[in-house]
Each structure stands twice: as structure tokens, then as C-alpha cells.
Nanobody
Framework: QVQLVESGGGLVQAGGSVRLSCTFS????????MAWFRQAPGKERDFVAG????????AYTDSVKGRFTINRDNAKNTLYLQMNSLKSEDTAVYYC???????????????????WGQGTQVTVSS
């Protein structure tokens, strides 16, 4: 069983910062690649950032480049998303996702990630 649990979401003013965390368990020996997706009301669940198991390859959607940073600490079984300079359009439910892959991470559709957390709400007010 693979389990992913997000935390750290909440209400923040535009220009502020939030760090999301995702703890993972169940199949830690499989060297999963991991990613963050987000889904705003009425929109699709879209890729935000991804990272390989070892952290050597990352990918970001264009709208968050320079503002968000993804990293992981496998010893702590935790994935992070540091979000700075938040904008109202960043408001969404943020989901942690994982897949069994050693390949370079790229912008991907949700169908490429079979394992998901429950999501955490981030609301950015202006």
C-alpha cells in the first residue's frame, strides 16, 4: 500500500509564502518520482512541479518558475513545495503524486501518476 499525505495549506495573502509537505510511505524502496499537481475550481488537475527520486531532475510548469521550488528528503520520507510570491491564481487544491520511474521528470498529465494524496487547499487572497 502506498500512502501520500499532504499538509501545510491554508490562507495566505498575495505576495506571501507557503511550504507544502507530503509524507510518503508503503513502497519507499521503489524509488518513486514525485510531483505536485493543483486543481482550481472548474479547472483540470494540472502539473505544477516534479522531481526524480534522487532530486537530480526537476520540472516546473511555466507559471511557477522562479517562484516555486520542489525538493525532497527521502530519509524523512517527505516531499516539499516551497511557494513564494504567491498570486491569486495560485489558489487551488494541491495534490502530491508519485510514480515508479527513474526517468527524467517532465511536465506530465495526471494519468502518468498512479498514486495520489488527498490534497491540501491553498487560498491566496489579494
Amino acid at each position: 500500500q502506498v500512502q501520500l499525505v499532504e499538509s501545510g495549506g491554508g490562507l495566505v495573502q498575495a505576495g506571501g509564502s507557503v511550504r507544502l509537505s507530503c509524507t510518503f510511505s508503503g513502497r519507499t524502496f521503489d524509488r518513486f518520482a514525485m510531483a505536485w499537481f493543483r486543481q482550481a475550481p472548474g479547472k483540470e488537475r494540472d502539473f505544477v512541479a516534479g522531481i526524480t527520486w534522487g532530486g537530480g531532475s526537476t520540472a516546473y510548469t511555466d507559471s511557477v518558475k522562479g517562484r516555486f521550488t520542489i525538493n525532497r528528503d527521502n530519509a524523512k520520507n517527505t516531499l516539499y513545495l516551497q511557494m513564494n510570491s504567491l498570486k491569486s491564481e495560485d489558489t487551488a487544491v494541491y495534490y502530491c503524486a508519485a510514480r515508479q520511474s527513474l526517468a527524467v521528470v517532465r511536465v506530465a498529465g495526471r494519468g502518468e501518476y498512479p498514486y495520489w494524496g488527498q490534497g491540501t487547499q491553498v487560498t491566496v487572497s489579494s
